[in-house]
């Protein structure tokens, strides 16, 4: 279905194999209820929301998702708590985890949840290592790693599995993250996060640092996951995810909309339809629109016409050019030609198809799409009308506009 | 812990001794985006004042083709540039075919500036199969008309679309056939935006073995990404690295569909890796006038900044942000 006959597409994404350090599977953490309520711009949702998005997450393809750093206060942890219950309760196909800054304080709080529950939540313990904070803090290495071990061990002898973040982890010491990564592995820690705190890394960078994790985790014959964090600041956080797997990294965090800290994260729909495109996963996205709609929603932040995957401009288009190849790949009978000749993502992938209106860019073949899917004749007369009128209008016609201009009013001007 | 950058190291350098340059695409390509207002003449003309100002080579003036407003849009902002002096140079589009070279010729003559003409040829065996054309008159086409419009005075900029999906074989045909014609520049344009950064580099290096080979090392390369995948900025890095001397974007990424390659992002992504000097205090005045001009505000829509609250690179305008939320 996603692939079109061979000879109509040369693929020159697939010139180069992929390298020999790309993970057997990847899968995806949603971040959206930690990170992206980070969002200065983002409203709050309740419980009963998040609940619902944790479940929309899960039906798109989300193997595990963050749900808040209970070592916040009291009300963050009763909020942690109940999302991991509910996660439990209602067989969520999803593993939580909790982020944890690197003291006892903020563990405690999950191993509690762990056990009131009954079920094994994920620590996300980050340590705040970024070299400009370690200047200003005054911090010494000795003391990052004496910390780092000492609750990495705390977490594991406790029974949780453990994520060992490295904040800014892009711009420090080759030998300074050698030496953090090996003091938490050494200590337990069964996954180690890469995380591009401040946005800084191009997908060249990323590319080099997670190669030189994997590789240092290999020397140690551990089995390690790798999970890498991005963010959007330079508009390279989904281009940096992919580089991160194609070094090896098995984990991705996303979340909806790319909504987070500052300008945000990878957003988790662009993500999925790239592994799907590049074959790396098989996501469900019959129920992608809804995860992006519900996310707005509880969120308060829309989505833009033009964001890629599931704004609303994402299929349409007004232009001539554009419009005609699709009506003829449309005569030819061939629903998946239609959507692939001016298509990099399969519309049908997401329940949509392309839509053909009518503006300043359009030619005639626009029109005489709209007139017949909207059950009218093409006869010319109307057609050089509406052209003329779309021709002078300064934006895309609406429908109400183009019903009636057909009926002969010269409405549609404005 | 002690600071260190990951992104430099081998392979990140340019390969190419060419300056790397921009061409603002947003009143050609940003137009065609379903969701933005046209702006009127006088719009148009004090946004390629400011993309001038933030030091952008080239600005698309529009698709003389598409109709008389748009021929007389366009020769009325090739005269002010020349009027005005400014250093950036204007470019207009069309397909390889004479309803679409015949009005740039038009426009070059009536305004008498040199312009530059992207001419369309669209490459791919997916569009020639659902157009139902024949390999060899594109060919002749190309031929024909990239001569044609050199006899006529124009610059020609060849740009094959859907190039990501054409085959190296017909790609190299194309371009030989427009190198000998006279065209100066050839654009590799990503139309529908299923490229990846690596494929990018892939299809950029083929490309300019080719023309060197056919003798044409010193012939310009473009290219033109769209966001559909959202690797539009990375793509257009890639390309730069990989030899493209000159990178096409629209303000607030707006355009065809999802739109194109933002051009703040990679404007400051280009200051940054040391690519090019750029005035980029001016970003914010070129941004805001974009944004009010194609009325990327007043549809709740929160066309706002095309990535509503979120825009990379540079703060969205703060009017435009409150607009968008308001709703």
Not at chain 1, 219 to 246: Q, T, Y
């Amino acid at each position: 279905m996603s692939k079109p006959p061979d000879h109509l597409v040369f693929d020159w994404n697939s010139v180069e194999p992929p390298p020999a350090s790309l993970p057997a599977a990847v899968t995806f953490d949603d971040e959206t209820l930690r990170d992206g309520l980070q969002s200065p711009s983002t409203r709050h949702p309740s419980l009963e929301e998040r609940v619902r998005f944790l479940e929309l997450a899960a039906a798109v393809g989300a193997a595990s998702a963050d749900v808040g750093l209970p070592g916040a206060g009291a009300r963050a942890a009763a909020d942690a708590e109940a999302l991991c219950r509910a996660i439990f309760d209602a067989g969520i196909p999803l593993a939580p985890n909790c982020a944890a800054r690197t003291t006892e304080d903020d563990i405690l709080p999950i191993l509690e949840i762990a056990q009131r529950t009954g079920r094994p939540v994920e620590v996300a313990l980050f340590l705040a290592s970024s070299p400009i904070r370690c200047h200003v803090e005054g911090w010494s290495l000795d003391e990052l790693l004496r910390r780092t071990e000492r609750c990495v061990a705390f977490a594991v002898q406790r029974g949780a599995p453990v994520t060992f973040v490295a904040e800014d982890a892009t711009r420090s010491h080759p030998d300074d993250l050698r030496r953090v990564y090996g003091a938490a592995v050494a200590a337990g820690a069964t996954r180690v996060c890469i995380a591009d705190t401040a946005g800084h890394a191009t997908p060249g960078g990323t590319f080099r640092l997670v190669a030189f994790v994997r590789q240092m985790l290999a020397e140690s014959a551990s089995r390690v996951g790798i999970d890498w964090h991005g963010h959007d600041d330079r508009g390279l956080a989904v281009a940096n995810a992919l580089a991160a797997v194609w070094a090896g990294a098995d984990r991705l965090h996303a979340t909806a909309l790319g909504i987070g800290e500052r300008v945000g994260n990878p957003p988790m729909e662009q993500l999925l339809v790239n592994a799907r495109l590049l074959g790396w996963a098989r996501p469900d996205f019959s129920r992608l629109m809804e995860y992006a709609e519900h996310a707005s929603r509880i969120t308060g932040i829309p989505i833009p016409p033009g964001k890629p995957v599931v704004g609303r401009d994402a299929f349409r288009t007004s232009t001539g050019v554009h419009a005609s190849a699709i009506i003829k790949a449309a005569r030819k009978g061939d629903e998946h030609l239609v959507d692939l000749v001016y298509s990099a993502v399969p519309a049908a992938w997401l329940g949509r198809q392309q839509e053909i209106e009518v503006g300043p860019m359009s030619g005639a073949s626009n029109i005489r799409s709209w007139l017949l899917a909207n059950g009218y004749a093409d006869e010319p007369a109307a057609v050089e009308r509406i052209l003329a009128a779309a021709k002078r209008a300064d934006r895309t016609l609406s429908d109400e506009e183009l019903h009636a201009l057909v009926a002969g009013s010269p409405a549609g001007t404005a | 812990m002690r600071a260190f950058d990951w992104n430099t190291g081998e392979g990140e350098a340019r390969d190419t001794a060419r300056p790397l340059t921009f061409l603002d695409e947003t009143l050609r390509d940003g137009l065609q985006s379903p969701s933005v207002r046209h702006p009127a003449i006088a719009e148009k003309i004090a946004l390629v004042r400011l993309m001038d100002d933030v030091g952008i080579a080239t600005a698309s003036v529009g698709y003389p083709g598409a109709g008389e407003r748009a021929r007389r849009d366009a020769e009325t902002l090739c005269r002010e540039i020349s009027r005005c002096r400014l250093r950036i140079t204007p470019k207009c589009v069309g397909r390889t075919c004479a309803e679409d070279v015949l009005p740039v010729v038009e426009v070059a003559q009536r305004a008498g500036t040199a312009v530059e003409m992207g001419m369309f040829l669209s490459a791919s065996p997916i569009r020639r199969y659902a157009e139902g054309w024949e390999w060899e008159r594109l060919l002749r086409m190309t031929e024909r008309w990239v001569s044609f419009a050199r006899e006529c005075g124009l610059r020609v900029l060849f740009v094959t679309e859907d190039t990501t999906r054409s085959r190296p074989e017909d790609l190299a045909r194309l371009y030989q056939t427009a190198v000998r014609a006279g065209a100066q520049r050839v654009c590799l344009a990503d139309t529908v935006g299923c490229a990846v950064p690596a494929g990018v580099e892939a299809l950029v290096r083929f490309v300019r073995a080719g023309l060197a080979d056919a003798g044409g090392t010193g012939i310009g390369l473009d290219w033109h990404g769209h966001d559909d995948r959202g690797l539009a900025v990375a793509n257009a890095l890639a390309a730069a690295r990989a030899g493209a001397d000159r990178l096409h974007g629209t303000a607030l990424g707006v355009g065809e569909r999802v739109g194109n390659t933002a051009i703040e992002r990679l404007l400051c992504n280009a200051a940054q890796l040391g690519w090019a000097r750029l005035n980029l205090a001016g970003l914010p005045d070129y941004l805001r006038a974009a944004a009010s001009a194609l009325c990327l505000t007043t549809d709740g829509s929160a066309a706002a900044t095309m990535n509503s609250t979120t825009a990379p690179g540079v703060a969205a305008p703060p009017e435009a942000v409150r607009g968008s939320r308001a709703r």
